[in-house]
């Protein structure tokens, strides 16, 4: 695992630009055709990947802009082998408040025409002239865009720009521009092995600097190889966003609440399995790790692995439990439910572009079933803690009120509710949006009965 760059390497060691951007333009295509740029990446030359993946970053981030200058421009939109390294172009030149442009204008221009040059010969005039003049009149063109089109403004398509304002009018500019802001790399001590404070120091004496962010949460000033992270590879720290690292002490609870060693306990939907590892880590526990897709279940076993924990691993479908589900009740289930991802958009930008209307209606469906389904396999006593990484309300609070509605004797229980990615939401030193944890929804639902563990 490599830490995402914000700068990718420059002609003087690493490969050309023109290559990188041809390389950028290729996966920007994928996205268009709807493929995932995790997915795409993997098509990518090893050793041109960093640089790529860079490129496309900013370029996605961006994108909306970039394809209204286009627009605006460009009546016709050119082929797509040309318009996708126009569009990558554009976006790397659009002027940003929240990433450094890469590249000066000339080196971008001139390694462009060179990377249409490759593909097409007969466009590279055509390009040059178009971001050319896209430079001559960037400061009026871009104010006028940013004025007329919001996805000019806020790099997002207008429908979903058009649900953060009606879910969050008070914070939608924030949320949409903190989309935009490269996250920060944040990493889980493993509490069997310390604590943020003690893991701070290791980091001092090699010269990374952090800020601690909860007991055992810490987010770097600047994101690092994991191979420079001290006890990396013996499973003393993981890299986790902050909000994400919630869901294990909201299901495992404290005090009289907490759920005791040996309790038989469901990660439905685990993969990769960060999730997983921090509920071991925390307490001993009858854990059954379950995802739908048998090859993320690799990732699962390689995350324990690492961590030196064990836990039960199936293939399965978490909405049809007749396959996999051997009849006995858990005592503490987690849901971490399939979702828009619309939380963690910032990490991957991608998502934005790829998502549609119709998606969120068919994702509330599957994961009303999902709550339906699970609540009748959690023991009488028990608690479920659902948890999806979305901002839309519709995947969050709306989907837990119309479960209470139809499920009456639950007992909703203290949760953090929605956590947007913005400052106020993070305790301790951590303060700005920069370096906040993720948009995350939390509910906790505890089913009536005798508590205890199914043991």
């Given at each position: 695992?490599?830490?995402?760059?914000?700068?990718?390497?420059?002609?003087?060691?690493?490969?050309?630009?023109?290559?990188?951007?041809?390389?950028?333009?290729?996966?920007?295509?994928?996205?268009?055709?709807?493929?995932?740029?995790?997915?795409?990446?993997?098509?990518?030359?090893?050793?041109?990947?960093?640089?790529?993946?860079?490129?496309?970053?900013?370029?996605?981030?961006?994108?909306?802009?970039?394809?209204?200058?286009?627009?605006?421009?460009?009546?016709?939109?050119?082929?797509?082998?040309?318009?996708?390294?126009?569009?990558?172009?554009?976006?790397?030149?659009?002027?940003?408040?929240?990433?450094?442009?890469?590249?000066?204008?000339?080196?971008?221009?001139?390694?462009?025409?060179?990377?249409?040059?490759?593909?097409?010969?007969?466009?590279?005039?055509?390009?040059?002239?178009?971001?050319?003049?896209?430079?001559?009149?960037?400061?009026?063109?871009?104010?006028?865009?940013?004025?007329?089109?919001?996805?000019?403004?806020?790099?997002?398509?207008?429908?979903?720009?058009?649900?953060?304002?009606?879910?969050?009018?008070?914070?939608?500019?924030?949320?949409?521009?903190?989309?935009?802001?490269?996250?920060?790399?944040?990493?889980?001590?493993?509490a069997r092995h310390g604590d943020a404070t003690s893991y701070a120091e290791q980091l001092a004496h090699i010269g990374i600097t952090a800020k601690i962010a909860g007991s055992h949460a810490l987010v770097l000033d600047q994101a690092v190889p994991v191979h420079r992270l001290p006890g990396f590879d013996q499973g003393h720290v993981s890299v986790q966003d902050l909000s994400a690292q919630l869901a294990a002490p909201l299901l495992l609870g404290e005090g009289a609440d907490a759920l005791p060693a040996g309790a038989r306990v469901l990660d439905a939907c685990a993969a990769p399995g960060g999730k997983t590892a921090h509920l071991l880590e925390l307490q001993t526990l009858d854990l059954l790790a379950l995802d739908v897709d048998r090859e993320r279940l690799v990732k699962v076993a390689q995350t324990l692995a690492r961590q030196n924990l064990h836990a039960t691993l199936q293939a399965g479908d978490a909405a049809e439990p007749t396959p996999w589900w051997d009849g006995r009740l858990f005592d503490a289930i987690l849901l971490d439910a399939p979702c828009s991802a619309s939380g963690i958009v910032r990490r991957h930008p991608d998502i934005r572009w790829l998502r549609r209307p119709a998606d969120i209606t068919t994702l509330v469906r599957t994961q009303a079933r999902l709550l339906d389904t699970l609540w009748s396999l959690l023991a009488p006593g028990g608690r479920l803690v659902y948890a999806t990484c979305s901002l839309f309300k519709a995947e969050g609070a709306d989907q837990i009120d119309a479960f209470l509605q139809r499920t009456p004797h639950a007992i909703r229980r203290p949760a953090p509710g929605h956590r947007l990615p913005l400052g106020e939401n993070v305790s301790g030193s951590v303060k700005n949006c920069s370096e906040a944890g993720d948009g995350f929804y939390y509910a906790r639902l505890d089913k009536p009965g005798a508590a205890g563990p199914s043991i």
């Open positions: 695992m490599i830490a995402k760059t914000s700068t990718p390497p420059t002609p003087a060691n690493g490969p050309a630009l023109s290559t990188l951007l041809d390389q950028a333009a290729r996966l920007l295509q994928a996205v268009r055709c709807g493929r995932s740029l995790t997915d795409a990446l993997q098509t990518c030359p090893a050793e041109l990947r960093p640089g790529a993946q860079a490129l496309s970053f900013h370029t996605l981030r961006h994108a909306g802009g970039a394809e209204a200058v286009r627009n605006r421009l460009v009546p016709k939109a050119p082929p797509p082998a040309v318009d996708s390294v126009l569009i990558t172009a554009l976006a790397l030149l659009w002027p940003s408040t929240t990433q450094p442009q890469p590249y000066t204008d000339h080196t971008l221009v001139d390694q462009a025409v060179e990377c249409v040059r490759q593909r097409q010969p007969g466009s590279a005039g055509f390009i040059n002239a178009v971001l050319r003049r896209f430079l001559r009149e960037r400061h009026l063109l871009v104010a006028q865009l940013q004025a007329e089109d919001p996805v000019a403004r806020y790099q997002h398509p207008r429908w979903w720009i058009d649900k953060v304002r009606r879910d969050w009018p008070t914070h939608a500019t924030a949320l949409l521009e903190a989309a935009n802001v490269q996250p920060p790399m944040t990493l889980r001590v493993n």
